[in-house]
């Protein structure tokens, strides 16, 4: 993550952030000259959202994840894409976009309601 101004950038550093368990998933998706592979990251974040889904811990990370996903959707393309095919088409594919639906703000409904 060098340049910390781009907005996909802001959008990890907000996700780890909220749930600190993904800063280790950002090291796991990193190519061999050290880039960020944004979408198999986002699928990663889709596939822990899932899970937090069904635990009763989990659910302050899920809404603090659900947040930092939805103020990330102000206009910038590259991250509305991000988030509209690396996370929302991943949890749709995984099957848990139904069950989070309902946490989501209005930004990130409209989205998920185009998935």
């Known amino acids: 993550m060098s340049d910390p101004h ?3 950038h802001r ?6 952030q909220a749930d600190s368990t993904l800063k280790a998933t950002v090291e796991e998706n ?3 000259a ?6 198999p ?3 990663d974040v889709a596939s822990h959202v899932a899970g937090l889904a069904i635990s009763p811990e989990g659910q302050g ?3 603090a994840i659900l947040l930092a996903l939805e103020n990330a959707l102000d206009g910038d393309e590259h991250v509305t894409n991000l988030v509209c095919v ?11 976009l139904a069950s989070v639906r309902a946490r ?12």
């Open 41 to 43: 990251y986002l699928w």
């Open 34 to 39: 050290g880039e960020l592979l944004e979408y």
């Open 6 to 8: 781009r907005s996909e």
């Open 11 to 16: 959008l990890f550093e907000a996700l780890i």
């Open 61 to 63: 990370s899920l809404n």
């Open 30 to 32: 990193r190519d061999d």
């Open 86 to 96: 690396g996370f929302l088409e991943m949890l749709k594919a995984n099957g848990a």
């Open 104 to 115: 989501f703000g209005p930004k990130l409904g409209f989205w998920a309601d185009t998935v």
